[in-house]
């Protein structure tokens, strides 16, 4: 196995995080008897799934690329399922004069056509474009959930989720670094690069789990 210790740690903790977040979500619909928030905990065990066979693919010492192939389509329809919860949980909300031109600004990349594949013709990689556009549209939606309710997620899960953004942007430059800088056959090869860049995705998990959790308190103590 690439990956040393520490490096394991952090990467099983940004999986159990999710795993967490996940489940407090589903709690916290429970609590305000909200059934699209109980299905927005429920859709994201997707992208949880997805990430273990991540940590299979590591424990293979990246000799599966399959095991990659299917976090990829797994995370796509997770997107998907994260997109559809929020929409319907914008849906039950009063819409408001700039929620509506933020939901113009949704739109604009789900009608933007084909995404270019900078990876190739694969289908795999087709499919991790695709799901980044999803994934953003999935962003967008939540802010417009901020925006109309702010009372109803807490701004640091809702900054949780668009800091996994910064955690790919960081991964990408620091793929490059390993690969083209340091001469490594990979980022797994750079133990310390792929750990700097995954504790990033620890933080943003961390951060959601926090802002559900402080939902969940301030909701008992207004009850």
């Known amino acids: 196995m ?13 999986s159990l995080e999710w795993g967490i977040a996940a489940a407090l979500m589903y709690h916290y619909g429970q609590l305000r008897g909200r059934k ?6 429920l ?19 990246d000799t599966i690329p399959l095991l990659l192939d299917l976090s990829e389509t797994v995370n796509l ?6 997109l559809w919860a929020t929409i319907g949980i914008l849906n039950t909300i009063k819409a408001t004069r ?23 013709e694969d289908i795999f990689d087709l499919i991790l474009q695709v799901s980044s556009i999803v994934y953003i549209s999935f962003l967008v939606t939540l802010l417009m959930i901020r925006k109309r309710d702010p009372g109803l997620l807490s701004g640091l899960t809702v900054g ?42 620890c933080l943003s998990n961390l951060m959601i789990v926090l802002g559900i959790h402080r939902q969940i308190k301030s909701f008992k103590q207004g009850g």
Do not use: Q
């Open 160 to 201: 949780g989720f668009w800091f996994v953004l910064v955690f790919i942007s960081v991964t990408v430059f620091c793929m490059y670094l390993a690969t083209e800088v340091r001469g490594y056959a990979s980022l797994s090869h750079d133990d310390l690069l792929h750990g700097g860049a995954e504790s990033l995705l």
């Open 43 to 61: 859709f994201m065990l997707p992208h949880w799934i997805g990430s273990w066979f991540v940590l299979a693919y590591h424990v293979s010492g």
């Open 98 to 120: 700039e929620a509506g031109a933020m939901g113009a600004l949704m739109l604009l990349p789900l009608i933007a056509g084909r995404p270019a594949s900078f990876m190739g």
């Open 2 to 14: 690439l990956l040393s210790f520490p490096n394991w740690l952090i990467h099983i903790s940004s």
């Open 36 to 41: 699209d928030i109980k299905r927005l905990g």
């Open 77 to 82: 329809f997770g997107s998907l399922f994260l």
